[in-house]
């Protein structure tokens, strides 16, 4: 059964101090691994698709980087704004599925 | 804005009663999938519409039905309410004219609250 685990579960951070989401999966045949952001009773909001080992994406303090068996959500210099949780998902099998890692929560204090 | 709409935003049951969820998918999405998030979990995959005909279906009871209109829309049914089904339904939509890897974008979801 292909599972998705996120680590940490939560993290708190001072603004400007630099830290890395993990995420680690079990898939055969990865068609892509998802990350969102959700905000409190809020839906996720997408943030980025990677499809291939070595693969990174960009946008403002976050970039994403995928290898064979794991992701990392790099947040640099972060903001009080980018508190959120983070999730991550991977497609199952030949379907449009999702499955979920539990999220990390992260916190960034002024 | 994600261009996918879900409605109502909240509401309150109890329990035994029958609850339904309505969603509209963006623009152009021809498959609409419907997810539970209990607290402090990940989004559980409940079942997903193509072109209206159910197309996978996740661990979920026969009470929790759907369907999908030819405009694409989408409604979550659940029949026999239980205190465990209180959680954040979402609905999320996407186009599978690209092949595998397309983004899948989410509502802001419903939240239900069974007493």
């Known amino acids: 059964e292909d599972q998705v685990t996120q680590s940490p579960e939560a993290l708190r951070l001072q603004e400007g101090e630099s830290s890395s989401l993990n995420c680690s999966y079990t898939v055969s045949g990865l068609r892509g691994l998802f990350w969102y952001r959700q905000d409190p009773g809020k839906g996720p909001e997408f943030l980025f698709t990677l499809y291939s080992a070595g693969e990174e994406k960009e946008k403002e303090r976050l970039k994403a980087t995928l290898t064979k068996k794991e992701s990392f959500l790099h947040i640099t210099a972060p903001k009080p704004e980018d508190s959120a949780t983070y999730l991550c998902a991977v497609p199952e099998g030949g379907s449009e599925k999702l499955v979920f890692g539990k999220g990390t929560k992260l916190t960034v204090n002024p | ?115």
């Open chain 2, 1 to 115: 804005e994600t261009g996918v709409t879900q409605s109502p935003t909240h509401l309150i049951k109890t329990r035994g009663q029958q609850v339904t969820l309505r969603c509209s998918s963006q623009s152009g999405h021809n498959t609409v999938s419907w997810y539970q998030q209990a607290l402090g979990q990940g989004p559980q995959f409940i079942f997903q519409y193509y072109r209206e005909e159910e197309n996978g279906r996740g661990n979920f009871p026969p009470r929790f039905s759907g369907l999908q209109f030819p405009n694409y829309s989408s409604e979550l049914n659940v029949n026999a309410l239980e205190l465990d089904d209180s959680a954040l339904y979402l609905c999320a939509s996407s186009s599978t004219a690209g092949g595998f890897g397309n983004t899948i974008y989410f509502g802001e979801g419903s939240w239900l609250t069974v007493v």
